[in-house]
């Protein structure tokens, strides 16, 4: 008798077949990997210096920037590494959408979706923390929308706050939630990467059962190596030379409750869904809209084919039209309340959901019309 011998984690992943024809947008999942963790380990530093305390937290930011060593860089790292984080899921999210993984990788989809929830939520949390002036009156205006939720909306909020109004209180368990947050996203990617290599990667074509595949490693570790290499040069751009690019020159102002700034809008990762919740004159149809823009995400596997359909015509139309629409979504959602963007945005929000729509139905057209 013998025993086979398991290969380790490592190996297994070394030596994982993947399709020979797949391309660099297949490094979107160890990008994201690696900012993970460069977030992570950013925000363990931030949170030595950190302070949450309402009168203090401010200051405590000002003392990380000018005082503590290379503190001015970590904050520049980790606030531009939120925002290099979302461009990269967007681009991935993009990715599956554009070569359907959600038909082929439905469980895979499933989780991605999540992970992509739960970062939006970690990111709003950690936005509040700095304590500047668009960071409180964000964390107001955002919590509360769930007062729209009917009979427990106003306790929900009050729970939410821990009080009558953002404060203290608030502060400490969006402080708490930041930190412990993304653990969970590395527990989700651990998912998302084991239900991934159930089946493999998929080729651009859709395909899961192709005889032309190689090892992981090599070949499409140094291919990964190469995205690292970039993501690095552009952290350093922006962390050196732009470091307020992304950022809004409101909340270089200490939190005042008693100035509303003019123009209250979200970090620009959010702004798509900010349009979308504004051009719905009913507050709770503005809320449930805001939700679905993601949550609509988990009904793209219902879409069944046996063919891919990534490369026919209407597919290629309603995709590259979804993604002008997400893109103009995002633009009228860092425009102020008022004419034309206010009327522009009401067809967008129609049009934005009606694309899903047809994205889950587009396969079946299409091979019917065939």
């Given at each position: 008798?013998h025993?086979?011998?398991?290969?380790?984690?490592?190996?297994?992943l070394?030596g994982?077949?993947s399709?020979?024809?797949?391309?660099?947008?297949?490094?979107?999942?160890?990008?994201?990997g690696?900012?993970l963790?460069f977030q992570?380990?950013?925000g363990?530093?931030?949170?030595?210096?950190?302070?949450?305390?309402?009168?203090?937290?401010?200051?405590s930011?000002?003392?990380?920037?000018?005082?503590?060593?290379?503190g001015?860089l970590?904050?520049n790292?980790?606030a531009?590494?939120?925002?290099?984080?979302?461009?990269f899921?967007?681009?991935?999210?993009?990715?599956?959408l554009?070569?359907?993984?959600?038909?082929s990788?439905?469980r895979t989809w499933?989780?991605?979706?999540?992970i992509?929830?739960?970062?939006?939520?970690?990111?709003?949390?950690?936005?509040?923390?700095?304590?500047?002036?668009?960071?409180?009156?964000?964390?107001?205006?955002i919590t509360?929308?769930?007062s729209?939720?009917?009979?427990?909306?106003?306790?929900?909020?009050?729970?939410v706050?821990?009080?009558?109004s953002?404060?203290?209180s608030?502060?400490?368990?969006?402080?708490?939630?930041?930190?412990?947050m993304?653990?969970?996203?590395?527990?989700?990617?651990?998912?998302?990467?084991?239900?991934l290599?159930?089946?493999g990667?998929?080729?651009?074509?859709?395909?899961?059962?192709?005889?032309?595949?190689?090892p992981?490693?090599?070949?499409?570790s140094?291919?990964?190596?190469?995205?690292?290499?970039?993501?690095f040069?552009?952290?350093?751009?922006?962390?050196?030379?732009?470091?307020t690019?992304l950022?809004d020159?409101?909340?270089f102002?200490?939190?005042?409750?008693?100035?509303t700034p003019?123009?209250?809008q979200?970090?620009?990762?959010?702004?798509?869904a900010?349009?979308?919740?504004?051009?719905i004159p009913?507050?709770?149809?503005?809320?449930v809209?805001l939700a679905?823009s993601?949550m609509?995400l988990y009904?793209?596997?219902?879409a069944?084919?046996?063919?891919?359909?990534?490369?026919?015509?209407?597919?290629q139309?309603?995709?590259?039209?979804?993604?002008?629409?997400?893109?103009l979504?995002?633009w009228?959602g860092?425009?102020?309340?008022?004419?034309?963007?206010?009327?522009?945005?009401?067809?967008?929000?129609?049009?934005?959901?009606?694309?899903?729509?047809?994205l889950?139905?587009?396969?079946?057209?299409?091979?019917?019309?065939?």
């Amino acid at each position: 008798m013998h025993t086979l011998r398991q290969a380790n984690p490592a190996e297994a992943l070394a030596g994982l077949p993947s399709p020979l024809s797949i391309s660099v947008w297949w490094n979107g999942g160890s990008i994201l990997g690696l900012l993970l963790g460069f977030q992570i380990a950013t925000g363990l530093f931030l949170s030595m210096h950190y302070t949450a305390d309402m009168v203090t937290t401010f200051s405590s930011v000002i003392h990380i920037v000018r005082d503590v060593p290379m503190g001015w860089l970590f904050r520049n790292f980790h606030a531009n590494g939120a925002s290099l984080f979302f461009v990269f899921m967007y681009l991935h999210v993009g990715r599956g959408l554009y070569y359907q993984s959600y038909i082929s990788q439905p469980r895979t989809w499933m989780v991605g979706v999540t992970i992509l929830l739960v970062s939006m939520a970690t990111a709003f949390l950690g936005y509040v923390l700095p304590w500047g002036q668009m960071s409180f009156w964000g964390a107001t205006v955002i919590t509360n929308l769930l007062s729209a939720i009917p009979y427990i909306g106003p306790w929900v909020v009050e729970w939410v706050w821990g009080g009558f109004s953002v404060g203290q209180s608030t502060l400490n368990r969006f402080f708490s939630l930041h930190f412990i947050m993304p653990f969970l996203i590395g527990g989700l990617s651990g998912l998302h990467v084991l239900f991934l290599h159930e089946k493999g990667s998929t080729s651009p074509l859709g395909e899961l059962n192709h005889v032309s595949k190689i090892p992981f490693h090599p070949y499409f570790s140094w291919k990964d190596m190469v995205g690292f290499v970039v993501l690095f040069v552009v952290l350093v751009l922006l962390g050196f030379f732009y470091p307020t690019l992304l950022g809004d020159p409101e909340n270089f102002t200490n939190a005042n409750p008693m100035v509303t700034p003019v123009h209250i809008q979200p970090e620009w990762y959010f702004l798509f869904a900010y349009a979308i919740l504004r051009s719905i004159p009913s507050k709770l149809g503005g809320v449930v809209a805001l939700a679905m823009s993601i949550m609509v995400l988990y009904f793209l596997p219902l879409a069944k084919s046996a063919i891919p359909s990534s490369f026919t015509p209407p597919y290629q139309a309603i995709y590259w039209a979804f993604i002008v629409m997400f893109v103009l979504l995002t633009w009228l959602g860092a425009c102020p309340i008022e004419e034309p963007y206010s009327t522009l945005a009401v067809p967008l929000t129609f049009l934005y959901f009606v694309s899903f729509g047809v994205l889950v139905s587009s396969p079946v057209i299409w091979k019917k019309f065939l």
